[in-house]
Structures are given as structure tokens and as C-alpha cells.
């Protein structure tokens, strides 16, 4: 065992890792939900038919594609 | 409280002496001589030489004869001292205190606390059990008092010595049996059985603040610390320093791995001490100071290696008595790398619940019951520790706390212990190079609640606004049209057919279904809405397919003659649908029809947003459930009482 003048600066870093982890998880959760909310706002599908694709799997309608 | 009053006040000469003595209090029953030390007792016939009483050892008390104070608004002085011997070794003093208003009062001191009892008379045909028959952690019912009373202690004190003035016949060397009882609130009694009936005393534990004598606490003990001298090792003369040296019943010599034995400031030589078992070292020295919570600071003064054997295994882990001078003893456990802070608490505020028990209004589950062993020593302890002790410990936990109840055949304690990460250990000792814990300790905390309380809140969240969301999508149908394909030349050439126009709305999802009468056969549709203003068109496929019939295991269909496909939000205006298809049944006509809806409430918004946010906490409960399964592998009850 080692004595430290100045100890816990590791234990600082990770505390702070640990609170920065945790606000950003509560941000990305709130962006998920913000962005369900948007989709139901605006009429946006998430994994709909559309397009010239036939695969059916472009997210969001982002304007015209093509024409015949 | 009763009022106890004797005999009045008078003056006489000592029996053994002829030294002129004096009884100040009317209750004063026996008086120390302060010229030859002999207790005189009075009685109705003269006085009585009951023999010579030992000098009261020195035992850095704040407290001292003269000393007034106050209690419930009356003022009492302390007038007399016993000092007793407790049968594991050990004293405690009992200050009695002289009411103005006529009570008889016991200041008890023991281990730097103090407890202030009164006499108190039973009601009518109460009848107060036999020592024998006392149960510990049982309440007493026959004592009136505001909370049960349970019994913590039973023991045989031996008086022996006193000072000043004493209220009852106190006979040098004699053995009386006693138990101590506690209740919430920091209420306290004691049992005499040296009387017949036995006496009960009730009160409280109080602070010296409390009772007017705080002044006393801080000077007294501080010209005293300063006075404090090293001791020597009687085996082989190395220097020791006794960081609570009035308290101190046992310490061990660093040089010659000797237990020596703390009698009134006398060191004297009890055993070696056997070779540490096959533990891992201690990690915090002697005399490491440690700052903990509310910046107070404790000294570690002992420390200790304990095992318990649970199925032939035999589980070691080290405790380091810590000490402070003004709050006393408390322990820091070390198991497994795993860090506690122990303190101890009231019997009383410990309620049983089936296996479990409750304290503090929190429910803790039983975890361990197993006999701990005492295996090694090192440093000064409060108590005649001996290698091979052996107590009944009991674990209840509920992370991060964990209450250990310790049981001999005579006493019952309980302790509190608050988990201590490897971080706040090493903060509160300013070191570094812990060693890491491993397993999963009985009341280690699980570090993932967070995401698991946040992320349910967050999935409750979005149910919320799924729910709010609802009166604004009702769904409106913008196209219902029957179109007929006439017979094709070939299942591969397209055919084309428009629709009416209609109006699309903004904002707004669009689904187009067909239904064709197709039976046993396909038509593919290429769906396009086409803008009539901007001329960009938007589509979709739908593949229509419906087979059905009837085999060995009963009738069977496959597919549907009703496809439909969906797309996000289009401008508002006006649309054409064009529909190109091409189908299996060419050669005869085939009627589709074709409906476009908007605002179609389809979920899957919602579940990919529900799926995307249950990835964490699911995580994280599947992290916990592992977690708990770890810890409660570790117990003898598996977690399951």
C-alpha cells in the first residue's frame, strides 16, 4: 500500500466518466422518445414501403425519388 | 422515580480508624473512609466495619465526586463511586447521584457511554423472572416502562472499589448478578439480583451534555491525554503507546507477538500469541488514521482476523477496531477486499420479522448464521480478546447496510455496517494500491440501478406520449375504388389503370391496400401516387398472393388477397393513383380494389422506439438478476427467506 499526498484524482476521472455516461444515456433516451414524437407529429414511418425500393426499408420519407 | 430517604445527616468516627467520617446524604447507606478506606456502614445499632475497599483505579473518567448537574430540572451531585468488575474482566463505575429534591440517582459508565437509572418500584403482583430464566433478545414484561425493555446482557459484577458515599450496603469483593436491558429510544434498565426480590433501575442512556456535566468531559480528558505514558512490554521491555489507554483490557506486543493482558494501567504477560493462520495480511498498519464521514476522524487501534467454517470451508476476513477518543469504537471491516463501516446500535431498535429483521423501518434478509471465530490479534482492544473466541454471528443484509447480531451465552450485540467502496476506503485513508475486491459482497450496492430506474422511466415516459399521441392520429380513408384489369396477353405484360383523383393532407402517413380476387394464383401491383401538381411520384409494391386447400391435416390457405404497403407523409395536394400490374389468371379479367388511408396507426414507430429504449435497462436488469445470484451463492439461505 502506497500513501498519496493528493489521492482519489483516478477516482475523480471515473466519477466523472460515470456522471457524464449517465447524462448521456438520459439524453439519448429523451432524443429517442423526442424523435417517436416527431415521427407521430409529422406522419414519418420507420421501416415503411415507399419508394422505388423495393426492400421497403427506407426510414424516413425525405422528399421524392425519381418519377416514371 | 422514588424518592429514597433514610436516615439524616451525622457526623462519627471511623470503626477502624477513629477518623472523624461524616454521611451528607440521608440515603447514604455506606461511606468510604477517605483516611483507611474501609466501608462503614450504618444501621439502626451504630456503625459497621464491612472491610477495606481497593483504590479506585484510574480510569480517565471526565467524571469526579462534587460534580454537580442537572437532570429533568433538578440538581443532583455526585456523591459516591463504585467501581465493578465484569466477569470477562473489564470495569465500569456507577456514579451515584444526590437529587436536591430527594431522588437517588446511578450514573452508569461504561466504554465512554453513560446511563442515568432510577429505582423503580413494580406495580402489584408483578413478578420479575429468574435469572435463569431471562431469554436474551427477550423483552421483560413485568417492568413498566413507555417501550419493551429486552435484555442485552446477563453477568455477575463484583464490587471492588469504591469512593464517597453509597446508598446500599456495599460489601467489598462480593459478586452480585445483574442484567442489562435496553429500549428505543435509547431507554435503558438494569435488573439487580443480589436483592431478593430483584431491583429494577430504569432510565436512559444520556450524554454528559444532557446532564449538565459537558464542562467536565473536554478539560478533564484532555489534562489527562497529555499526561498519558508509553508503557513497556512485560516479556520484553519494547515500548508500547495505549491510544485509549483507560480503556484498553487487551494489547499485543509488536516485538515478541505477545498477548499481554491491561490491568488498571498494568501490563502483564498472558500468552504467545499463535502464528497467524493462512489469511491474507493486514492491509491498514496500527495506528493508520482514517477520516470518514462528517470529517471525523478514527484511529485503527486493533485489528483482527475472524473465519467462520460454513460446509468445511473455512472464509477468513480482517476487522480494525478504530477509536475516538470523544465518539469511541467503531470497526471497519475487511472481507473479500470488501469494505464496511461498522458501528453499533440498539438492541431494542431491532425488530425481529420471521427470519429477517427490521431496523430503521427497513427490512434487511438473513444472509449467514455461523459461529466467527477469533484466529489472530494485533493492536489494543476494549475487551479480554482472546485467540479462539468464538461468538454466534448472524448476517442480515439489505445493500448497501448490514446488521450483524454477535451472541455469547451472556450478551447479545448488534452492529450496523455501511459498505465502503475501495474509493472512499482509500480517500479516507489517503492511499492508494488497495487490493480489488472480488466476488460480491453481502450488501455490496449493484452499481446499475441507475439505468435500470432511468431507463423504465423513460420507456413509462414514451408510453405517455404513445398515449397522448392517439386523439391526433384517427385515421381518414382519401380513396375506395374497384378497377378492373381486362384479360392480358401474356402473365408478364403490365397492364395500367389510374384512379380518381383525390387529396392527400400533409403530415400525415398514407397507406394503399388492394384487395384482388385472386384464388390459388398471384398478381403483382406496382402502386404509384402521382402528384398532379409537382408530377413526382411516390411507390410502393404490393404482392398479392392467396393459395388455399385442404391436405391430411385439414384445410390450409397461404397469403392474403388483401396486401397493403405504407409510406411516410407526402405533400398536401392533389394525387393520381396509378396501378401497373401483371397476375398469374392473364387470360381472365381480375377486379382490384384500392383504398388509400391516411393517419393509419401501424406501432411500428412505437415499438422500434420502445425496443431501442429497453436495450439498457434490460441490460441492466440481466446484469442485476446475475448480480443478485452471485451475492446470494454466498449464503446459507440463498436469498430465498
Known sequence: MRKTGSTGNDDKQRTNDKTMLRTLFLIFGLGVILAYTSASWLGWEFANAGSNSRLGMPFIYGGFRGGK | ???????????????????PIEFKAGSTIVLVCPFCRSAVARTDRGLDDLGKVADIADSESPLKLGLKGTFSGHRFELTGRAQLKHELGGFWDEWYATFSNGWVGWLAEAQGKFYLTFYQPLPEGAQIPSLASLQLGQPVEAIPAQTPLIVTEKGIATSVAADGEIPYKLTPNEKSSYADLSGKGNAFATIDYSMSPPWVFVGQQVSLEEIGLGAAKSAQREARRVSTDAMGCPNCGGALELAAQDKT??????YCNSLLDVNQGKLSWLKALSPKPDAPDFVLPIGAVGTFKDDVQFKTIGAVVRSVTVEGTQYFWHEYLLYNPQIGFR????????WNFVEPVNAADVAADGKNVTFNGQK????????????????EFYWRVEQGETVRAIDYVSPPMILSLEQTNNEINWSFGTYMTNAEVKKAFAVSDLPKPWSVAPNQPFTGGFYIKWGFALLGLLCVVAIFMLPFSLKSKVLNETVTFPPAASATTPQTIFSQQFELKANRNVRISANANVANAWADLDADLINEQSQEVESVN?????????DSDGAWTEGSPTTDATVSSLPAGKYTLRVEGTRQTFQQPLQVNVQVEQNVSRGVNFCCAFLILAILPGLGLFRKIAFEKRRWSESMFGGSS
Not at chain 2, 434487511?364 to 493492536?379: H, L, R, S, T
Open chain 2, 1 to 19: 422515580m422514588l424518592a429514597i430517604r433514610f436516615m439524616s445527616v451525622f457526623q462519627a468516627n471511623c470503626p477502624s480508624c477513629a477518623a
Open chain 2, 249 to 254: 483490557e487487551r494489547v499485543t506486543c509488536p
Open chain 2, 331 to 338: 470497526w471497519l471491516v475487511h472481507s473479500d477486499n470488501h
Open chain 2, 364 to 379: 434487511f434478509k438473513i444472509f449467514q448464521d455461523a459461529p466467527a471465530i477469533v484466529e489472530y490479534v494485533k493492536g
Open chain 2, 542 to 550: 404490393i404482392p398479392i398472393e392467396f393459395y388455399s386447400g385442404s
